[in-house]
């Protein structure tokens, strides 16, 4: 109505003209600037992002230099592929880019100025550990202080990107609050531009048209960032219940990037209840926090953890309100959560290991003077051409002075070569210079002679660094000991085969069992004992058993029950069925050795048949001493009685008329006298020697100094005729029958005087000494563990030592009777006497100058 009042005025209309086309100017204007600005705004989100971007991905590339760095230390990583260098080019570009896209904003500018200086002390820091040698294995100071450095300038980074990032929020949400004011108008400018479409709608269109398209691009542009960034970023509207509280948010908008995570398209994901997609946000705290920045307003950065499907994630998320929603920028800091955790866990082990190796250290110190060993550290010294040509010590222990005597001051400083030229001769330069330029580990073994003394010296030569490490050690008594073993083994390869040959020559066979797992073996002359060849068959309680005597079965299984079960050893004779069908005796012994059944049998075979010819032999044998003991009485009665009876007519004949006797007749009588008297002495001794039987009850201990002294009264007459000398040593005590012994001792004095030498004066020496049994060397049963050895020693007419044996038969002479008197019994007796005594005697001699007769008793 008074619009048109003031169109039926021309001034009216004319103000109004003006004022209208004033006030279109004015809107379109403004209308122009709000598109103006929201394509700003466009460009500044999307530079924005591009800058959140950049700020991630410098930062990120930082970690990982740090991680890889620690990574080839504390993996000790020789080859040195994976190395902080790798990244810098990365790094240098991102820094460029970052520079370029905060160049419009000056507190941007001087915290990079600030992040280049740290990222040059974060690149010498991580030069400088990298220097540390990947072999070490030690940590010095130095070296901590180096990975100490390399952590300080990470840190130090670390807050510079939090510092940037607040900066970026902070221009975020002014812009934002920027947007807002600008936009209040738009509702009045689009009324009034209906009321004056006609008018403007040519400019406005032209205008707007241009615009559109400008913000059309502006928004492909956004897009296009939207779908390449590795960012999240969403915008969420929130549903209130009845209260007023924010019960649920609806996604309104996600990227692409989303399916990475949901596996669902953006498309299928917008419009739908964050309760419905993603109820893990519920519980992980992501709601609070969208519900905290829509209500109080203010920005939010916070990381959480995020499960789906079986993929877990954690994000970093920064959230800002946005109109009616609020629109969050989430980034996947699972790889640096995972390397920040790596980096915790490799710290611990850094420090746990810094702790064991200063313990290490203090051991090996402790180990390098308490060793047996003697250790040596050289550095490798080469010409121009790189090839080697001695090594100097560096660092030799204590015990180097204890083996070879020299001073380790005096070492120290020299060359192998000047301090021990037998090196080169023993070959174990060779193996040092081997050892330098191969790397390889070796050893060496070598005699040397070390302050006077010989001594075999073992040397283990390693790498270490750019020079060797020697290991040395005394093992003389080790190689001695191993000399002595091949010769033990050499020995026992020799009582193997004897052995063998012994068990074959002694008809016996041994066997083993082995008590866990009832393995068993049996010699080869066991298999032959059965007729068998070596290992025809293998032994066991079930194949040994055909072989077993049926009768004798029952004893056999009872024996080996009582061996296996209860572990009784007793030794048993059984008969055995060869392969052949013979039946032998086998007679079984054995013990236990470390769970270990050991035996041994014997075929008896011949010796029960020998046993049963003995029987035969000694029945017989009783029957010859009967005979014996009637022709001892007859001899002592019967045939002494008719001698007595010539010897008595002979003294008659002679008292009567000897003196009527022709020479020839008187030479015929004393011939039979002398027949008389010496078959009457051949009877005597006969009857002696039949009668040397001994009973225990006649054994006494005898005083053999007190024998001697009888000995020389009996044969005082022919010692004095003779003119012997006697020479007796200190005699012992021996258990025998007194008269026997004074018997034995007489026959061999009396054959010394009797065969004394006319050619210098006559002497008997008789000596004792007391001797172990292994002493002795002449060939008798020894059963006494120690034995007197009586010596009974002359200068007379001796005998041929082939005649030794014959001197004790029974009546055997060596002269005739008209040069020596004697029965020829004597010698014989004294033998049967120390043979009784359980001893042994033996004559040497030699033929006009002498005989000696030794004496075995049991002492």
Known sequence: MTFKKLASSSKFFTVLLILAIALLMFIGSVSYKQVVRLGESADWVSHTLQ????????????????????KNVLLRDTIGISSFKVYQSEVLAS?????????????????????????????????????????????????????????????????????????????LAKRTEEYKSQ???????????????????????LQINAQRKKTVTAEKFLQNILASTDNIISYFLPIYNDSGEISDFIIEFTNEKIEEVLGE?????????????????????????????????????????????????????TAVKMEKGVLTTSTDSTAERQHTQNLKILNEKLEIQNKQLEETKAFLNNILESTSNTISHLSTERDQDGKVTDFKYLFTNKESERLTGKQTTEVIGNSISKIYPSVHE??????????????????????????????????????????????????????????????LNEQLTIQNSILNDAEAEANIGSYRLKITDMESHMSDNFYRILECEPNE???????YRPYVHPKDLTIYDE????????????????????????????????????????????????????EQKLKEKNLELKRSNSELESFNRVASHDLQEPLRKIQLFISRINDAGSDKFSKKQEEYFNKIASSADRMQTLIKYLLSYSRLNINKRDYLMVDLNLVMEKVQEDLEAPIKETGMKILIGDLPEVRGVPFQLEQLFTNLVSNSVKYHSTQQIPKIKIDCRKLERNEIQHN??????????????????????????????????????SEYSGSGIGLAICKKIVEKHKGHIVAQGELNKGATFYIYLPA
């Open 51 to 70: 800058i959140n971007k950049e700020i991630n991905q410098l930062f990120s590339y930082y970690d990982q230099m740090q991680s890889t760095e620690f």
């Open 95 to 171: 820094f460029k880019k970052l520079k370029e896209l905060t160049g419009h904003n000056p507190a941007q500018q001087k915290t990079l100025l600030k992040v280049s200086q740290w990222q040059d002390s974060l690149y010498q820091a991580l030069s400088a550990m990298s220097q540390i040698p990947y072999q070490k294995s030690t940590y010095s100071e130095g070296d901590q202080n180096k990975i100490a450095d390399v952590a300080s300038a990470v840190t130090q980074l670390n807050l510079l990107e939090n510092q940037m990032q607040r900066e970026m929020h902070l221009q």
């Open 183 to 205: 936009i209040f108008f738009t509702p009045i400018m689009t009324l009034l531009l209906g009321t004056f479409a006609l008018f403007i709608f040519v400019i406005s269109y």
């Open 265 to 317: 398209k953006s498309k299928n994901i917008a419009h739908k209840k964050m309760s419905e997609l993603v109820p893990i946000n519920f519980q992980n705290g992501i709601f609070e926090e969208l519900a905290t920045v829509m209500n109080a307003g203010t920005p939010s950065k916070f990381e959480k953890f995020f499960n789906y499907n079986g993929n877990s994630f954690w994000f970093k998320t």
């Open 426 to 487: 023993t070959g174990l330069f060779d193996l040092m210079v081997k050892c330098a330029d191969k790397g390889v580990m070796v050893t060496h073994e070598a005699l040397y002679t070390l302050k006077g003394v010989p001594l075999w010296i073992h040397t283990t030569l390693n790498k270490l660094d750019n020079g060797i490490t020697l290991t040395s050690y005394d093992i003389t008594q080790i190689v001695t000991s191993k000399q002595r073993l091949l010769e």
């Open 537 to 543: 068959f293998k032994l066991s309680a079930e194949s």
């Open 559 to 610: 024996k080996v029950k009582l061996a296996l079960e209860d572990k009784i050893i007793s030794n048993f004779r059984y008969r055995i069925i060869t392969k052949s069908g013979k039946v032998k005796y086998l007679q079984n012994t054995g013990h236990y050795l470390q769970n270990e059944f050991i035996g041994v049998v014997r075929d008896i075979t011949k010796e029960l048949q020998n």
């Open 780 to 817: 008798f049963r020894k059963k006494a563990k120690q034995y007197y050895c009586i010596s009974i020693e002359d200068n007379g007419i001796g005998f041929d030592q082939k005649d030794s044996e014959k001197i004790f038969e029974l009546f055997q002479r060596l002269h005739y009777k």
